[in-house]
């Protein structure tokens, strides 16, 4: 059910959701802006169901027919814009779902309120068929824009909505939730924080991912065994890391968080600070031989990898790259 006080974190987003509700200040178009997975669903969700809520407060009922409508996703007047391409959200979406459909009067609350998950899809025309709606919608009209990049909106569309930028959770209400909702082990919550830094949706996938503890052993065994592996073994180590292709970003992730403990114990010999605690053998023995310049190296070939990666620049070349200077340093 989507209700404020379900919603770990955003704490700015949702007060001044409620606070419009309450004082009847309620725009007709708004950007939610945040990485994938980040709340925007959520968010937009809660403040939808409170809208149309019967008892018209500052928060969803849940008790009323709207609001159980709503939590089944079968409220008349709050509608999910769909695309059937999957990276394009084309002008046909858009005057279909949104603009033929705004004409026509709310089924049975106050106002009409559209969805639109991934707006980032949207092409320059279907995004200049969305700006005829929002420069003049219907007293009862509500658009709800959700995206992983509001910068890429025409500045027009950007000037007429009200922009709400999501934050990063802090890691401990983040962990605090994973132990308390979720039931999960101390040490397994501590790397899920790490890894889905604020991201609390990022934070509960890894945390049900039987895939992400396969690849994270994966990674760590690859680390622990690179110094030993001769150059002619290169060729298998890179296969190992290819089965992982599709969640490189993720493997990456993995690596860098052990470098930086290898970082951090080198620089406090603190063990209590480590994220990989369980792993504090090797990370001592890694922090010993290592020197500051060479982990440095090491983080900042990560990091290179990611954005050769992004730029298409070909797999196992810049595998075989990371690995080697890794193994320089």
């Known amino acids: 059910m989507a209700n404020f006080t379900n919603i770990i974190g955003h704490e700015k987003i949702k007060?001044?959701?409620?606070?419009?509700?309450?004082?009847?200040?309620?725009?007709h178009a708004y950007i939610l802006n945040g990485a994938d997975k980040s709340g925007k669903m959520m968010l937009a969700e809660a403040f939808?169901?409170?809208?149309?809520?019967?008892?018209?407060?500052?928060?969803?009922?849940?008790?009323?027919?709207?609001?159980?409508?709503?939590?089944?996703?079968n409220q008349p007047d709050i509608i999910y814009v769909s695309h059937e391409k999957p990276n394009t959200l084309g002008v046909d979406d858009?005057?279909?779902?949104?603009?033929?459909?705004?004409?026509?009067?709310?089924?049975?609350?106050?106002?009409?309120?559209?969805?639109?998950?991934?707006?980032?899809?949207?092409?320059?025309?279907?995004?200049?068929?969305?700006?005829?709606?929002?420069?003049?919608?219907p007293a009862y009209a509500i658009l709800i824009l959700l995206t992983t990049n509001a910068d890429g909106f025409l500045p027009t569309i950007l000037s007429r909505c009200v922009r709400l930028d999501l934050k990063a959770v802090p890691d401990k209400e983040i962990y605090q939730f994973l132990m308390q909702e979720k039931k999960i082990p101390d040490y397994q919550a501590e790397i899920c924080v790490a890894f889905a830094q604020g991201n609390v949706g990022k934070a509960i996938q890894l945390a049900g991912s039987e895939n992400f503890n396969e690849m994270k052993n994966s990674a760590i065994q690859l680390i622990k065994r690179l110094d030993d592996i001769e150059l002619y073994e290169m060729t298998q180590a890179i296969k190992q890391i290819t089965e992982y292709k599709?969640?490189?970003?993720?493997?990456?992730?993995?690596?860098?968080?052990?470098?930086?403990?290898?970082?951090?114990?080198?620089?406090?010999?603190?063990?209590?600070?480590?994220?990989?605690?369980?792993?504090?053998?090797?990370?001592?023995?890694?922090?010993?031989?290592?020197?500051?310049?060479?982990?440095?190296?090491i983080l900042e070939a990560l990091d290179k990898a990611k954005i050769r990666l992004r730029a298409n620049v070909n797999f196992e070349l810049v595998i075989e790259l990371l690995l080697l200077t890794i193994k320089e340093n």
Request: include cysteine.
């Open 94 to 137: 858009i005057r279909k779902q949104v603009n033929d459909d705004i004409v026509l009067k709310p089924y049975s609350s106050k106002y009409k309120i559209y969805i639109i998950d991934e707006a980032e899809k949207m092409n320059v025309q279907a995004q200049n068929a969305l700006l005829k709606t929002i420069e003049e919608p």
């Open 246 to 297: 599709l969640e490189i970003t993720d493997y990456f992730d993995i690596m860098l968080i052990w470098y930086r403990d290898v970082l951090l114990y080198k620089a406090t010999a603190d063990a209590n600070k480590l994220v990989f605690q369980d792993e504090v053998y090797d990370i001592k023995k890694e922090a010993s031989r290592c020197s500051y310049e060479g982990v440095e190296n």
């Open 48 to 73: 939808a169901t409170a809208l149309q809520c019967e008892k018209k407060e500052a928060s969803p009922c849940e008790e009323c027919h709207s609001c159980k409508q709503a939590a089944n996703r």
């Open 15 to 27: 007060e001044y959701f409620m606070n419009a509700i309450t004082m009847d200040k309620v725009s």
